[in-house]
Every structure is written in structure tokens, then in C-alpha cells.
Antibody
Framework: EVQVVESGGGLIQPGGSLRLSCAAS????????MTWARQAPGRGLEWVSVTYGANTYYADSVKGRFTVSRDNSKNMLYLQMNGLRAEDTAVYYC?????????WGQGTLVTVSS | EIVLTQTPGTLSLSPGERATLSCRASQSISTTYLAWYQQRPGQAPRPLIYDASRRATGIPDRFSGSGSGTDFTLTISRLEPEDFAVYYC?????????FGGGTRVEIK
């Protein structure tokens, strides 16, 4: 069964850093498209990053602050978030695309506040 | 960047009625990379349709997707009580992903 599970969210002060994890099962992270998206409270969905193989692309709102990495041995995807701002407060979702069928996790909440 | 515009913003219908939701892209996109999601309050988005017209795993056949080029449609043939929610379209390309602003389907 294909599954992705996010973790690592929490309360962080402005300017701080946080690393989110996405644990994958039922497929190989290395060979499938993976995305991060987020949803601020009461708002719609916003794309954060998309990773195909060795390439990752970022939304302008996070470019230069967020970095995606992968640990193939653990079948994990990570989102390193630096220079966090209040407007980064959101539920962050990891998603995989098996061929083109999307699978989403339940999300992890990141709150940026002093 | 491809912009997706969803209309209407809110759809007020009764259980048993048919719902038709629209998603228009600012430029032509491949049907292979167009998806629809349902989101109920407090829950994660649930994939309904991918490749513009294929139902995701476990999705009942009252949900259907159609369209090509710049115009896509999600149809719910007969609304069940659990279908009242927010629906999003999404395009996912090699170097970017975008979401529509959502359509809320509410009980009339």
C-alpha cells in the first residue's frame, strides 16, 4: 500500500529553522515525483516544491530559504526550512505521484510565532 | 506560471442534485497532469481524479472528470451528504505545480 507520512512540525520563532520529514512506504522515493504543498489557516493550497529524480524546483515564495533533500536508504524526503516567517505558518503536506496517481499525507502543522 | 481559475467560488445545492465545477487554465496543459481534490473541514486533501478523468483509488463513480486544453470539469452526479466540501483542481508539471482557488459546495 502506498503511503506518505509527514512529521517534524511545531512552533518555531521567526528567523528559525525546522526540518520536516516525509516517510514513504509502498514505493521508492528516488524514482517517483514528490511534492511539498502547504495550506495556511483558512486559505487554499499553495505549492512549495516539486522533485523529479535529481531535480527540485521551488515556488518563488520559498526559493533560497527552503531546501528539499532525500535519503534513499531510508526512503525519506525532507524539507529544510530556514529563515522562517510568520507567513510560513501552515499545514505542510507531502505527496507522491505513482505514475500520475497522487497520494497525499495527513500533513504536519508549522507555526511561526514569537 | 500556469494559473488555474475555478468557478464558481461557491455552489449551493441540495443532496441528490448534480454539481458541475469548472477549472480553467491560463494556457493549455496536458490532461496527464490535471487532478481534482476534495477537502473536508479539518482533513487533508483527498485525491478524487487524476489524468483529468481517471478516478483515484476508492473514489465512487458518482465523481467524474472531463476536459482538455484549458477547460476542465469535475461532475458529481448526485450529491451525498458527505460530498459537501471544498474542491481544488491542480496541475503538476515537471518544474512547477499550481492549484486553483477552490470551489465550496454547500448545502442549500
Amino acid at each position: 500500500e502506498v503511503q506518505v507520512v509527514e512529521s517534524g512540525g511545531g512552533l518555531i520563532q521567526p528567523g528559525g529553522s525546522l526540518r520536516l520529514s516525509c516517510a514513504a512506504s509502498g514505493f521508492t522515493v528516488e524514482t517517483h515525483c514528490m511534492t511539498w504543498a502547504r495550506q495556511a489557516p483558512g486559505r487554499g493550497l499553495e505549492w512549495v516544491s516539486v522533485t523529479y529524480g535529481a531535480n527540485t524546483y521551488y515556488a518563488d515564495s520559498v526559493k533560497g530559504r527552503f531546501t528539499v533533500s532525500r535519503d534513499n536508504s531510508k526512503n525519506m524526503l525532507y524539507l529544510q526550512m530556514n529563515g522562517l516567517r510568520a507567513e510560513d505558518t501552515a499545514v505542510y503536506y507531502c505527496a507522491s505521484y505513482i505514475v500520475t496517481h497522487p497520494y497525499w499525507g495527513q500533513g504536519t502543522l508549522v507555526t511561526v510565532s514569537s | 506560471e500556469i494559473v488555474l481559475t475555478q468557478t464558481p467560488g461557491t455552489l449551493s445545492l441540495s443532496p441528490g442534485e448534480r454539481a458541475t465545477l469548472s477549472c480553467r487554465a491560463s494556457q493549455s496543459i496536458s490532461t496527464t497532469y490535471l487532478a481534482w481534490y476534495q477537502q473536508r473541514p479539518g482533513q487533508a486533501p483527498r485525491p478524487l481524479i487524476y489524468d483529468a478523468s481517471r478516478r483515484a483509488t476508492g473514489i465512487p463513480d458518482r465523481f467524474s472528470g472531463s476536459g482538455s486544453g484549458t477547460d476542465f470539469t469535475l461532475t458529481i452526479s448526485r450529491l451525498e451528504p458527505e460530498d459537501f466540501a471544498v474542491y481544488y483542481c491542480q496541475q503538476y508539471g515537471i518544474s512547477s505545480v499550481t492549484f486553483g482557488g477552490g470551489t465550496r459546495v454547500e448545502i442549500k
